[in-house]
């Protein structure tokens, strides 16, 4: 059975980083996607970036150039390099995994079947 655990959340100022972790374990896709999302306090769960198997990454726009998604397979852990956080990264950070059907991955939660119960970073100006 999947379980997935993410870590490393925290408070942190403006303009520092933070990087989460996701242990999993249980799945056996060889083509898979593997993603963040984050749900900010009263808003909708909103995609931050996924990864498939082969490596290739998909970032939501207002993260793009400040966020890093990567894996080591070797461990089953994905991470999230958040760096230049500001104060509407604020949120509840889960991890996600699923499989991939088309040719590439997604930023839409109904792709993932799997998920962590979430890390919660908060970020002050």
């Known amino acids: 059975q999947e379980h997935m655990v993410e870590s490393g959340g925290g408070s942190v100022q403006a303009g520092g980083s933070l990087r989460l972790s996701c242990a999993a374990s249980g799945y056996t896709y060889s083509t898979y996607c593997m993603a963040w999302f984050r749900r900010p306090l009263g808003k909708d769960r909103e995609g931050v970036a996924t990864i498939d198997e082969d490596g290739m990454t998909i970032y939501e726009d207002s993260v793009k150039g400040r966020f890093t998604i990567s894996q080591d397979n070797a461990k089953n852990t994905l991470y999230l390099q958040m760096d230049s956080l500001k104060p509407e990264d604020s949120a509840l950070y889960h991890c996600?995994?699923?499989?991939?059907?088309?040719?590439?991955?997604?930023?839409?939660?109904?792709?993932?079947?799997?998920w962590g119960q979430g890390t919660q970073v908060t970020v002050s100006s």
């Open positions: 996600a995994a699923g499989y991939r059907e088309g040719a590439a991955c997604h930023l839409r939660d109904w792709d993932y079947n799997y």
